[in-house]
């Protein structure tokens, strides 16, 4: 329960006053829960880049994943993330292969011209 004492903040992670937690502890918690679950040990900062590079993945647009991870531009994604992007191009040009042999493109290319 929040007392009068408590500080509305921007902070994820704070003391039941409201105040930020300190880095070293939240990664002490952090390594501590580690130990008691089957995943590799990576620093917490990590799952940011895990979640974007997923997302990604995944075909989010770069947009919303820029949003997401607060970014002043959707530039910084891509330039940070760019690595995540190669195969992501080979599924592009697979998925409009499909649509293209799905699709009866001599009615979609007669209504475009006019």
Known sequence: MIGSGYKVSDWVFTN??????SPNSVNT??????????????????????????MLQQG???KIVSERLGHATVQITLDT????????????????GELLR???IRKTISRHEG
């Open 16 to 21: 039941e006053l409201g105040d930020p937690l």
């Open 29 to 54: 918690a952090w390594y501590r829960a580690l130990q008691n679950v089957d995943v590799p040990r990576i620093r917490f900062h990590d799952l940011r880049h895990t979640h974007a590079s997923l």
């Open 60 to 62: 989010v647009n770069p």
């Open 81 to 96: 993330y760019s690595h995540v992007l190669p195969g992501l191009q080979r599924q592009a040009a697979d998925l409009f």
């Open 102 to 104: 799905n699709t009866n």
